[in-house]
């Protein structure tokens, strides 16, 4: 599985929306999870959402009930929307993507590539969110 592009992202007021995309190769073998990560201020990486190839998903606490994460398996996208923006979810986001056999699970999915990555893994370019209060 490889990510070929992403998409979304921009400036908005606090309490606005945004939707960020990520397009990918590799879906069909029905064997992955996706992801988004985000990098504030502070520079740390942090796992915001995640899906696989079966359907579930994990969001990050911080996020929780205000993004959500989808595929459209159809057109190859994942989604992350994001509503109720804060002024700290200003960050880059970054879509990832590997091979779910690789992973025990979304949660160590989540936990593994906010600290680091491996050759398996497969990141977006980047998209920068800005959230003004």
């Known amino acids: 599985v490889q990510i070929l592009a992403q998409s979304g992202g921009g400036s908005v007021q606090a309490g606005g929306s945004l939707r960020l995309s990520c397009t990918a190769s590799g879906l069909s073998d029905n064997n992955y999870c996706m992801g988004w990560f985000r990098q504030g201020p502070a520079n740390v990486r942090e796992g915001v959402a995640a899906?696989?190839?079966?359907?579930?998903?994990r969001i990050g606490d911080s996020v929780k009930g205000r993004f959500t994460i989808s595929i459209d398996n159809a057109a190859n996208t994942l989604h992350l929307q994001m509503n109720s923006l804060k002024p700290e979810d200003t960050g880059m986001y970054y879509c990832?993507?590997?091979?779910?056999?690789?992973?025990?699970?979304?949660?160590?999915?989540?936990?593994?590539?906010?600290?680091?990555?491996?050759?398996?893994?497969?990141w977006g370019q980047g998209t920068q969110v800005v959230v003004s209060s």
């Open positions: 899906i696989d190839s079966k359907g579930s998903t």
């Open positions: 990832a993507a590997a091979p779910s056999r690789l992973f025990r699970g979304l949660s160590f999915f989540l936990d593994y590539a906010s600290r680091g990555t491996t050759d398996s893994i497969s």
